[in-house]
C-alpha cells in the first residue's frame, strides 16, 4: 500500500465515522458543558472536591519511594546525552511499581487516584520527560486504561498483573498517511479461523522500541458473521510477523522509545480483541477523556519547575544595580510564570478529582486541560529562557563544560514542544470540544442544516428547536454575574484572619486575601456571552459552521480561560479553608484571573474582527503557486524522498530494532 493508494474516503464518511466513536449520550452533568451553554455551574466544582483519607495515604507513600528513585535512580543528562533510556532505570521503575501506578492492587499495581497518578507523572517528568511520557503511554493510553473500561475478566486477569509489574505497553494508531482521519485506516485485520491476521503499519508508536504488549487500532472487513470496522486488539510484540523498523528520532524527548511497527501476517486470538468489532474508535476516544489528564499534569510540573529556576536566577543575576527580578520586563514573565502554574495546578487537581469521583462527565474538561495546559506550559518555558538569556540557549552540558549551573532550559523548550501535538493536535483539540460544546445545538436543530434531511425531518427539527430555544435564550440575558454581591463566598472578611486565626498581617511577607468573587461574576456574564456568540455564528453560517474552524477555535479558547479561571478561584478558596497559603493563592489566583480576562477579552474581539476571510484568500493564492516569486533567493536543505513513506503491507525489510527491557 503506497501513500496514495491508501483508500479514498470523502469528507462526509470521514466526519460520519468521527461522529460514530463519539459518546452519543450525556450521562451526567459537566461543568464545561454547561459553561459553553451559557450556565456557570459553580456548584458542580465548589466546594472543591477532596480525596479520601486512605488514597491520600497511598498516594503520599508512592510519592516518597518515587521520589527518593528519582533523585538517585535517573540520569537525567545521560538520558539527554544517549539519547536513550537505560535500562537500569526502566528496571528500577519496574521494581517500584510504578508501571502499576493506575492498576488495581489486586492485579498487583500501587492503585493510585487519578489525582496522585498525576502528581508521579508531574514529579518524574520534573527529572526526566522522557520517562514521564513513557509511563504515561503505558498507563493512560496503552493496555491498562481500555482494559479497565472495555476488557473482559478474562483479558484482565491475563495481562493487567503483567502491565503493573513487568510489561510495557503502548498504543497504536496513527499510520505514515493517517493521523487525525482515522476513516482512512488502512491496517487490516482479517478474520480467520479463531483468530485474526493483521497487516499493516504504523507510525509514531511511543515505548513501541521497547513495548512487550500493544494496542492495536485495525480495520476489520465486514463479512458474514463479522460486523466490521475499526477494531482495538491486544497484540504481544513477540509474535512472529511484529518487527520495529526504525527508532525515530525528534526534537525533544530524544529518550522517547517511539518507532515505526509493521505488521505482516500476525495472528491474533480473538481473546484479543477489545470489545466488539467496530469499537475501536469510540474505546480510543473514551480511553483518552481520562487518559489526556496525564499530559496536563507534566505540563503544570513543567511550569514549577520554570517558577523555581525563574526565581533563583532572577534573584541572582544582576543588572544596573539591582536583581532582573526587580526589573518590570522581567518580572512581568515571572508573574505570568507564578499565576499560569497555579491555574494549571489548579485545573488539573479539579479536573483528576472529578474523574476519581466519577459524578462528572469529564470530557471537555480533560481536553480543555490539555490543550491549555500544553500551550501554557510553552509559553512558560519560552519565557524561562528568555529570562536566562543566552545561558538559556545554552545547553546544560555546556553550561557544566565552563563551570556554570547545568540548568536545562532550552532542552524543557524542546521536550514540551510535542505536548501542543501529542495525544491530539491544538487545532484538532479545538475542533473535538467545539463539536462537545455545540452537541445540545446539533441535538435539537442538526437536521435543519443537514442537506440530507428532508422537508419533513426539517419541519420537525424546526419545531423541536423553536422549543429549545424559547426557554435557552431567555436565560442569556440576566445572571448572578450582574449582582454586586454574588459569590460573596469568594470575598473573605476584611480582617485577613487565616483559618487557624493568626493575622496575615502578623506574618512578614504574607499578603493580604484578595476579593475574587468579581472573577467569577465575570465567567458566569461571559459564559452568556460565549453562548450568545456561538448561536449567533450557527443562525449565520449554519451548514458552514464547521468550515469556520479559526472561530471556532476562539471560542474554545475563550472557554478554556473561562475554566482556567473557575478552577483558581475554587482551589484558593479550598487552601484558604484548609489554612495552606490561602493568602497567597488568592494573590496567585486574583493575578492569574486578571491576565486571563484580557486574554479572554482579546479573543471575544476577534470573535468579529479577524483577517479569517483574507486568511483564507492568501491561502489559495500559495497553494496555487502565486507568491511562488517570494521563495526566491534560498536554498532548500532538506533531502530526497517522498514526503509520506510507503507504507506498503508486507514481509519486513529492515532489521528489528525491537529491544526488549
Not at 476513516?183 to 515505548?207: C, F, H, M, Q, S
Not at 484479543?272 to 499530559?295: F, M, V, Y
Not at 538569556?389 to 547545568?406: D, I, P, Q
Not at 506574618?507 to 465567567?523: E, T
Request: aromatic share 6%; with cysteine.
Amino acid at each position: 500500500m503506497t501513500a496514495s493508494s491508501v483508500r479514498p474516503v470523502s469528507e462526509r464518511e470521514a466526519r460520519r465515522v468521527a461522529e460514530a466513536a463519539r459518546e452519543q449520550v450525556w450521562h451526567k452533568p459537566s461543568f464545561a458543558k454547561e459553561l459553553f451553554l451559557g450556565r456557570f455551574r459553580l456548584d458542580l466544582i465548589h466546594p472543591h472536591p477532596a480525596p479520601a483519607p486512605d488514597d491520600v495515604r497511598r498516594g503520599e507513600k508512592f510519592l516518597e519511594k518515587l521520589n527518593s528513585f528519582c533523585e538517585t535512580g535517573i540520569d537525567a543528562a545521560r538520558i539527554e546525552r544517549e539519547a536513550k533510556i537505560p535500562d537500569e532505570t526502566i528496571e528500577g521503575l519496574k521494581e517500584l511499581g510504578a508501571l502499576g501506578m493506575k492498576i488495581d492492587p489486586k492485579y498487583g499495581g500501587v492503585g493510585l487516584t487519578q489525582v496522585y497518578y498525576n502528581k508521579a507523572l508531574a514529579l518524574v517528568s520534573s527529572v526526566s520527560p522522557a520517562i514521564g511520557a513513557l509511563l504515561s503511554a503505558h498507563q493512560s493510553i496503552g493496555v491498562p486504561q481500555p482494559l479497565k473500561l472495555f476488557g473482559t475478566q478474562e483479558q484482565k486477569d491475563t495481562f493487567l498483573p503483567r502491565c503493573a509489574r513487568t510489561d510495557i505497553s503502548a498504543f497504536l494508531l496513527t499510520e505514515p498517511d493517517v493521523g487525525s482521519d482515522p476513516a482512512r485506516l488502512a491496517t487490516t485485520a482479517v478474520p480467520e479461523g479463531d483468530g485474526y491476521i493483521l497487516d499493516g503499519v504504523k507510525l509514531w508508536t511511543t515505548n513501541g522500541v521497547v513495548a512487550d504488549l500493544l494496542v492495536v487500532m485495525a480495520r476489520v472487513p465486514a463479512s458474514e458473521g463479522h460486523k466490521g470496522g475499526i477494531t482495538a486488539f491486544i497484540v504481544e510484540t513477540a509474535s512472529e510477523g511484529v518487527t520495529v523498523e526504525n527508532r525515530n528520532a525528534f526534537m525533544g524527548l530524544r529518550g522517547l522509545e517511539n518507532g515505526v511497527t509493521r505488521f505482516h501476517r500476525v495472528r491474533v486470538p480473538a481473546a484479543n480483541r477489545i470489545g466488539p468489532e467496530g469499537a475501536g474508535l469510540k474505546i480510543a476516544l473514551t480511553t483518552l477523556n481520562t487518559g489526556r489528564l496525564s499530559l496536563p499534569a507534566m505540563c503544570a510540573g513543567s511550569g514549577k519547575w520554570c517558577l523555581k529556576i525563574a526565581r533563583e536566577w532572577s534573584a541572582a543575576r544582576e543588572q544596573w544595580g539591582k536583581p532582573i527580578a526587580r526589573h518590570e520586563a522581567v518580572g512581568a514573565k515571572i508573574s505570568f510564570i507564578a499565576a499560569t502554574t497555579f491555574a494549571l495546578e489548579a485545573v488539573i487537581d479539579l479536573a483528576s478529582q472529578m474523574a476519581d469521583e466519577d459524578r462528572n462527565d469529564i470530557r471537555i474538561e480533560a481536553a480543555l486541560a490539555k490543550l491549555y495546559g500544553s500551550e501554557m506550559a510553552w509559553l512558560m518555558a519560552d519565557e524561562l529562557v528568555q529570562i536566562r538569556g543566552g545561558r538559556g540557549f545554552e545547553t546544560a552540558a555546556s553550561l557544566a563544560a565552563r563551570g556554570e549551573r547545568a540548568v536545562p532550559a532550552e532542552q524543557m523548550l524542546r521536550d514540551l514542544r510535542i505536548n501542543r501535538i501529542f495525544e491530539g493536535s491544538t487545532e484538532i483539540m479545538h475542533l473535538l470540544i467545539a463539536r462537545e460544546a455545540v452537541d445540545a445545538h446539533l441535538s435539537v436543530a442538526g437536521d435543519l442544516i443537514d442537506p440530507d434531511k428532508s422537508l419533513s425531518d426539517k419541519g420537525k427539527a424546526a419545531a423541536k428547536a423553536g422549543g429549545f430555544y424559547a426557554r435557552w435564550l431567555p436565560g442569556l440575558v440576566t445572571g448572578p454575574g450582574q449582582l454586586p454581591r454574588a459569590y460573596a463566598e469568594f470575598r473573605p472578611p476584611v480582617s485577613h484572619r487565616h483559618p487557624q486565626g493568626k493575622r496575615a498581617a502578623q506574618q512578614p511577607h504574607s499578603p493580604a486575601y484578595r476579593d475574587l468573587s468579581p472573577h467569577l461574576r465575570y465567567v458566569e456574564r461571559s459564559a452568556r456571552k460565549l453562548a450568545r456568540s456561538t448561536f449567533y455564528a450557527m443562525s449565520r453560517w449554519q451548514g458552514r459552521m464547521e468550515t469556520k474552524q479559526a472561530f471556532l477555535g476562539r471560542i474554545v479558547d475563550i472557554g478554556a480561560e473561562l475554566f482556567a479561571m473557575s478552577a483558581a478561584c475554587v482551589r484558593a478558596e479550598m487552601l484558604r479553608t484548609t489554612g495552606d497559603h490561602g493568602a497567597e493563592a488568592y494573590q496567585l489566583a486574583d493575578v492569574f484571573c486578571r491576565q486571563a480576562r484580557i486574554r479572554a477579552e482579546e479573543l471575544f474581539a476577534r470573535l468579529w474582527t479577524n483577517t479569517d476571510e483574507l486568511d483564507r484568500k492568501v491561502v489559495s493564492g500559495v497553494l496555487a503557486g502565486s507568491y511562488a516569486w517570494l521563495e526566491e533567493g534560498v536554498l532548500d536543505p532538506s533531502g530526497d524522498g517522498p514526503w509520506i513513506a510507503d507504507a506498503t503491507p508486507g514481509p519486513a525489510t529492515k532489521e528489528n530494532v525491537h529491544r526488549r527491557v
